[in-house]
């Protein structure tokens, strides 16, 4: 089973740009360690290392140390890709739920996950 996906489609005024999980399926700090480690401000939000252009996100860094190694290079090439293809909206920041595949999120799709999650674990736990 997936872990549940927790994004955001907005401005990012509220979302933090490395720590949070907005872009995919994962933190930025964990998809790209090194450039993370050159981050000025740790707490810094989509909106501050961002500015937005025909509706896409352009990146705007500010680095403690420039980028020095080939490895550092390659994670800022595949981290302005990934963000040049997200499309921005200029709306209130929205968090979504989506697990499992699915497009929104539903009362009986979150019951049935959290079955599926802790009851199952329960009962293989027990032998049932």
Known sequence: MTEPTIFSQSK????????????????????????????????????????????????????????????????????????NRCEVSMGQDCWTWVAEGQTECTVKGTVDLLLQRFVGSVERRNGI
């Not at 860094?61 to 800022?76: H, S, V």
């Open 12 to 83: 990012g005024v509220t979302v933090r740009f490395w720590i949070d999980v907005w872009l995919e399926d994962y933190a930025l700090r964990d998809k790209w360690p090194l450039l993370y480690r050159l981050e000025e401000k740790k707490t810094c939000t989509v909106a501050e290392r961002t500015k937005v252009s025909s509706n896409k996100l352009m990146l705007d860094a500010d680095w403690i140390a420039k980028i020095r190694t080939t490895d550092e290079l390659m994670q800022w090439l595949q981290m302005c890709a990934a963000i």
